[in-house]
């Protein structure tokens, strides 16, 4: 299948990019396109008009790192991210969790900006991002924001980007003293996720100090595990404790039932996931 | 800008211009406008890697890209590999190996190997899997595909040697 026509904006600069937002109502953004264009072509969505991010001079792909905060930009690869040695030592449940994104050809064009836009509960990189409170920059008509990505996930597809605003860039905090995991359950590499989860705990002397626990098609929106975030601080990571953090964790959810798998047994995948990737921090 | 626009892409070294619509696709441009029929379209959604190609050196998935955003680049696809008839190094073990029963898959098999070798001269077992894990064979089982890229990075590694 062929997308229908649109028209197409290749704008150079994120100011250009804002002004083609904000007078073209129904202007879509192009970041790598295996999101969007999938979409396009089945005909699912069919935007009348098509604005690429990929000549915008300030957008070029970049990993910085400015002290203990490592900058990501929007247009950074799941390639390059999988790949990059700092990213790895400092952070490296974002480096598993874009490896673990479909497969090689995917990986070098998509960006973490599309994955996350998107609002979709089974995109990796909203789990590992979620684990790692990262803040989100846009840009828009009326200038620069930061969203927390603890508020950015809103609903199925919604997101806190208003109409006209384009993400930036990622800033996540340096922690690699914390542990941290990213473990996926699929058919194969290119099937549409069972489940996953993103880790990131820090410990002292055997005792739970901070932890976030990032669930993935596990509901409507990339989601935390906040009740079993809160019931493991203070606590020793012993089996009874992460058992308990994990029926914690999966008691409420109601991940949705599709062809890959039930509601059932995503949470018993959930469940599982939570506590291997626990114990795998302790012995 | 609505309309057809101009796209200059380089393929396999030599320069190909037209005006296109800006929904057609990438794979669409090489097999139709440049005339090169080497890349397939196997599942047209983004599973199967037939038509995988290099742009710009890195491998993707040509149904899932719009030609308009390969303007100014340069792709090499299959028919880039073999010179004068004689087939590459990696393609002579893909016949070696009986790395290919009907063929469709072959073309996307042998530009995610030439990527995969690209990056990593020397790739075990695992990340040669993993690297053509975009790519689906219905025929081999991809045992033989496996082999085959074994013994091109061997091989390429002793062709290399014997330069040296
Ligand atoms: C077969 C297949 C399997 C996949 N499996 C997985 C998987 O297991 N896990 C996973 O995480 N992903 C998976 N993906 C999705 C993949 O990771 C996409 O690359 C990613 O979700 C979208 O990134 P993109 O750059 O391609 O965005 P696009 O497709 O270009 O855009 C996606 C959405 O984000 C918007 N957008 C893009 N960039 C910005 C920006 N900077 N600011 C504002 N809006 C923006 C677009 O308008 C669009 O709505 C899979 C895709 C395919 C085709
Ligand atoms: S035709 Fe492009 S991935 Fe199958
Ligand atoms: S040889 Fe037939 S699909 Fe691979």
Redesign the interface.
């Known amino acids: 299948m062929r997308p229908r026509p649109f028209d197409f904006y290749q704008p150079t600069s994120i100011k250009e990019a804002s002004e083609i937002l904000h007078s073209h109502e129904d202007a879509k953004p192009l970041a790598g396109g295996q999101s969007l264009i999938p979409m396009m072509k089945l005909r699912i969505f069919s935007p009348s008009e098509i604005m690429s991010l990929a000549k915008i001079k300030e957008m070029k792909p970049y990993i910085s790192e400015t002290g203990q905060i490592l900058k990501i930009g929007a247009m950074a690869t799941h390639d390059m991210i999988h790949r990059s040695d700092v990213l790895r030592n400092a952070v490296p449940v974002l480096s598993e969790a874009a490896g673990e994104i479909a497969d090689q050809q995917i990986r070098n064009r998509g960006t973490i900006g599309g994955n996350i836009a998107h609002g979709d509960p089974s995109t990796n990189l909203s789990a590992a991002l979620l684990a790692l409170d990262a803040e989100i920059e846009v840009q828009g008509i009326e200038g620069t924001r930061i969203i927390p990505i603890d508020e950015f996930f809103l609903d199925l597809f919604t997101t806190a980007l208003d109409h006209g605003e384009i993400i930036t860039e990622f800033r996540v905090k340096a922690s690699p003293h914390t542990k941290q995991k990213f473990m996926k359950v699929a058919k194969s590499d290119t099937a549409f996720p069972m489940a996953f989860v993103a880790l990131n705990v820090g410990l002292s002397e055997g005792f739970v100090e901070n932890a976030r626990i990032a669930l993935g098609v596990a509901g409507p929106t990339p989601l935390r595990a906040l009740e079993a975030e809160k019931f493991l601080l203070k606590k020793r990571l012993d089996s009874e404790v992460i058992t308990k953090a994990a029926q914690i964790a999966t008691k409420d959810l109601e991940p949705p039932s599709d062809v890959h798998a039930s509601e059932e047994y995503r949470k018993q995948l959930l469940s599982t996931l939570i506590k291997r990737g626990l114990s795998s921090f302790v012995g | 800008?609505?309309g057809k626009?101009l796209v200059n892409i380089e393929i396999n070294g030599k320069k190909y211009s037209a005006e296109v619509?800006?929904?057609l696709?990438l794979v669409?441009f090489i097999r139709d406008t440049a005339k090169l029929k080497g890349t397939h379209i196997g599942c047209?959604?983004?599973?199967c890697?037939a038509c995988?190609i290099l742009l710009d050196g890195?491998?993707?998935?040509s149904c899932?890209?719009?030609a308009?955003?390969a303007d100014g680049s340069k792709i090499s696809t299959v028919e880039s590999l073999a010179t004068d008839g004689k087939l590459n190094i990696l393609q002579n073990a893909f016949w070696e190996h009986h790395a290919l029963q009907c063929g469709y898959c072959t073309p996307g098999m042998l530009m995610?190997s030439t990527?995969?070798l690209s990056r990593n001269p020397d790739p075990t077992e695992e990340e040669i899997r993993?690297?053509i894990?975009?790519?689906i064979c219905r025929c081999t089982g991809y045992i033989n595909i496996i082999k085959a890229v074994k013994d091109a990075a061997l091989v390429m590694s002793a062709e290399t040697g014997k330069e040296k």
């Open positions: 800008m609505s626009q619509e800006p929904r696709l669409d047209d959604t983004t599973s890697g995988t890195k491998s993707i998935k899932t890209m719009f308009v955003e995610s990527f995969l993993e690297g894990a975009g790519n």
